[in-house]
């Protein structure tokens, strides 16, 4: 690998809450480990808390925003997997693609070539206080509810079950959800859009498991928008005013994404690093 220079420009602080509207089924451990008797079981924090993983939302974030550019289905996991996602394949073709560029590529290494994962996305956690007393009253876990759902084998028209289902209720929400974004090069600022247009396309789509059943509907609210550049870090002065205003949602931040662009843009360089 030849020599080369990574120069980061600055960061991109993307903070939200996201409001559960049909309930949630993120899936953790399945066996009767955990108190309630139910089959199937949401993944918990070490304080039993449901959470949503940074890995899921970001993976569901890529599949949409990869059907939606139409990107070709070609990678898996392992060789005997039959391909269920994209991946681009040449340093060419990588160096156009915005989706592999913002969500990274897994062994890149043969690339030769510097590949950088634009995109990081935390963990979130459960909002306690949005559990309401009228909630708990009807919730049979500490936080969650639990359904009875009956499987049909397709095959032999028989059902199967009935298993028990433990979701998150509508109206929960997770709250301080964190996605940073490093901006590498200028380009990189137009491929943010991607971000927005996948948190746009989850909001039509579903989160966890059993969404065309009707489960996993989540929007994203009380969007704040930073944008930190080096000399901000040399400085410590951090997400101090949000560059999105009242724009509070995706779609939002989408149709006003060039004045959006234009100030962070703006901010960048105005402290360029002296190379
Ligand atoms: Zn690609």
Same mark, same amino acid.
């Given at each position: 690998?030849?020599?080369? &220079? ?144 009956? %499987? ?6 028989? %059902? ?87 724009? &509070? ?27």
């Amino acid at each position: 690998m030849g020599d080369y &220079k990574i120069q980061l420009l600055g960061k991109v602080i993307i903070h939200g809450d996201i409001e559960v509207k049909t309930g949630l089924m993120i899936g953790g451990i399945s066996s009767s480990l955990k108190i309630g008797g139910v089959d199937i079981s949401v993944i918990t924090d070490p304080w039993g808390k449901p959470y949503i993983p940074g890995s899921s939302l970001k993976g569901k974030m890529r599949t949409l925003i990869e059907k939606k550019e139409g990107l070709p289905i070609n990678a898996a996991m392992t060789e005997k997997e039959q391909p269920w996602r994209h991946q681009c394949q040449t340093p060419e073709d990588y160096q156009k693609c915005s989706v592999c560029k913002v969500w990274g590529i897994i062994g890149g290494g043969d690339f030769k070539i510097p590949v950088l994962t634009r995109l990081i996305v935390r963990d979130t956690y459960l909002d306690e206080e949005s559990i309401t007393k009228e909630m708990k009253a009807n919730l049979e876990l500490d936080f969650t509810e639990t359904k009875m759902e009956t %499987a049909i084998d397709r095959v032999k028209g028989q %059902a199967t079950g009935p298993r028990t289902t433990e979701r998150v209720p509508a109206g929960a929400c997770f709250k301080d959800c964190e996605l940073i974004y490093s901006l590498f090069y200028s380009s990189d600022l137009e491929d943010l859009k991607k971000v927005f247009e996948a948190l746009e396309l989850l909001e039509h789509d579903y989160l966890g498991g059993s969404g065309t059943r009707g489960y996993g509907k989540v929007v994203f609210k009380n969007l704040r928008v930073y944008c930190n550049t080096v000399s901000d870090y040399e400085s410590g002065q951090l997400n101090l005013s949000p560059v999105n205003g009242d724009l &509070k949602t995706p779609s939002e931040v989408i149709k006003n994404f060039e004045e959006i662009k234009k100030k962070i843009k703006e901010k960048i360089a105005s402290c360029l690093p002296a190379s």
